[in-house]
């Protein structure tokens, strides 16, 4: 079946510093994928929508400028996170619509000190 | 604005019961209904997903059901085993909305040995 892969699982950095994460969409094409932000013992919320070869559609409340997207290709989408602080630290999920169904990987957790 | 319900927010269980989740929303045009479940730390894997004009789907010890008139859907688990503890999320996809989710706050299952 589909397989959404993301990278890196965990991530611990310094304030001000950028961090990026990856997602692939292993053996289909994603025209479209979704990036979601989820704080302890909360659901996820959409950060962004990510579409190939144009710009990324931000959430109300999401900062475009902090919180890069690049979806260059059909298999990759990538969030910067800029300029990392505390506030920053969360488990993002990214997902992508494979055969009529959601796949999501397998989360990453950023640590911001 | 859709939002979603899940009720409760955490149940704890015997092993070999049977039990019963529950998920509302307040928009009825939705696309589809799926449910998800989440160990801590993790991604999400997909468990069942109910387009709009399907009532119910199985799959092996779950069951869903979906009354979009109502906006509610319940996931039914039989024989509750230990290793099904985890976080339970239902999501809605509104119709035209570029598949985006929107998650409820989920329901943090336990099932006791």
């Known amino acids: 079946g589909a397989v959404v892969s993301q990278h890196p699982s965990r991530v611990i950095c310094k304030s001000g510093t950028s961090v990026k994460i990856e997602c692939r969409s292993l053996?289909?094409?994603?025209?479209?994928m979704f990036w979601y932000r989820q704080f302890p013992k909360q659901s996820l919320m959409l950060m962004a929508t990510?579409?190939?070869?144009?710009?990324?559609?931000?959430e109300q409340g999401v900062e475009k400028d902090k919180f890069l997207i690049n979806h260059a290709s059909l298999t990759l989408s990538t969030l910067t996170v800029t300029s990392a602080h505390p506030e920053d630290s969360s488990f993002y999920i990214c997902?992508?619509?494979?055969?009529?169904?959601?796949?999501f990987g397998s989360g990453t957790q950023l640590s911001v000190l | 604005k859709q939002e979603v319900t899940q009720i409760p927010a955490a149940l704890s269980v015997p092993e070999g019961e049977n039990l019963v989740l529950n998920c509302s929303f307040t928009?009825?045009?939705?696309?589809?209904l799926q449910w998800f479940r989440q160990d801590p730390g993790k991604g999400l894997t997909s468990l069942l997903l109910?387009?709009?004009?399907?009532r119910e789907q199985t799959s092996g010890r779950l069951n869903a059901s979906l009354d979009k008139s109502s906006g509610r859907s319940t996931l039914y688990i039989a024989a509750s085993q230990p290793g099904d503890s985890a976080t339970y999320l239902c999501?809605?996809?509104?119709?035209?909305?570029?598949?985006?989710?929107?998650f409820g706050s989920g329901t943090q299952l336990t099932v006791l040995p």
């Open positions: 997902s992508a619509w494979g055969s009529e169904k959601l796949f």
């Open positions: 053996d289909f094409q994603a025209t479209t």
């Open positions: 990510s579409n190939e070869g144009s710009k990324a559609t931000y």
């Open positions: 928009d009825s045009a939705i696309y589809n």
């Open positions: 109910i387009q709009s004009s399907q």
């Open positions: 999501a809605v996809t509104l119709s035209g909305s570029a598949r985006q989710l929107t």
